[in-house]
């Protein structure tokens, strides 16, 4: 592999931050040394990790693991700023301690991804005028906030929010500074939202700084749009998988992306019920899925 292309996993197929019934009985260093064995280099970070930078490498560095980042929850549109701005602070040294470069961010404000009783595409929140006003301006105060620590916002597009169609990357694209906010490229949210995903990386690789390789399950996909179901109702129903497991053909998005100019980290992330998908044996599935191409 000549390019610095590295590839992490998601601690959400062990243990659902969401939904902490989900793998409750898996221990976080099961869940690391799980990712090891599968071959991964770096993790992001769950709620089950240590809150302590130093504590936290103790168990990662000797299974030869990096931290890739870790996600924030941002309530730039229904909060002041300066509370945002204090958990982002925060957020930011404890991964810069960690030597993460990037850090995941997704606006929250009005979100419906966490709420069982919330249709996922029928009642997905739409951003006011002024809404994105307050978001944009957020993100780029945010993003010089990370500059200071030479690092970078990943904005992460998320099914249930503002941000999550094509159009809605567009338009944030277009209004923030390049300089300072990123975009954090899902394919499972593309795909789960209608849209191509393979076209949003070539529209957007010059703003990509970190990805998410998710898979869809079609068939579940469509319960959860004929039934009106909520994000949290289609991830126990299983509509999300690793690669090589569901229905994204992730051929022509490698070719992409290993032809662009993109060098980071690409995170395998599913969100699935580790009592039916066993969390080791999809990762290391994903892997050598990913590692074919």
Known sequence: MTKNIKYACAPIAWTNDDMPELGKENSFEQCISEMALSGYEGTEIGNKYPKDPKELKKYLDPRGLSVASAWLSLYLTSKP?????????????????????????S???NSIQGNFNKSLFNEKPEFTDTEWT????????????AKEKDMSIVYHHHMGTGVQTLSE???????????????????????????NPLEVFTKHQ???????????????????????????????????????????????????????????????????????????????????YISNY
Not at 135 to 145: A, R
């Open 169 to 195: 990357i567009d338009k944030l694209m277009e209004l923030t500074n390049s300089e300072f906010v990123s975009l954090l490229y899902d394919t499972g949210h593309l795909v789960m939202s209608g849209e």
């Open 206 to 288: 010059d703003r990509i700084n970190h990805i998410h390789f998710k898979d869809i399950r079609n068939d579940i996909k469509d319960i959860v749009i004929n039934e009106n179901l909520s994000f949290l109702e289609g991830v126990k129903k299983g509509m999300f998988t690793v690669p090589g497991d569901g229905d994204i053909d992730f051929k022509p998005i490698i070719e992409a992306i290993y032809n662009s100019d993109y060098e980071g980290w690409i995170v395998v992330e599913a969100e699935q019920d580790p009592s039916i998908a066993n969390p080791f044996i999809y990762a290391k599935k994903a892997k050598e």
């Open 107 to 109: 606006e929250q404000g």
């Open 134 to 145: 307050l978001l944009v301006n957020g993100l780029e105060e945010l993003g010089k906030l």
């Open 81 to 105: 700023f300066e509370e945002t701005k204090i958990s982002f602070i925060k957020h930011r040294d404890f991964l810069f301690e960690l030597g993460a470069k990037v850090i995941v961010v």
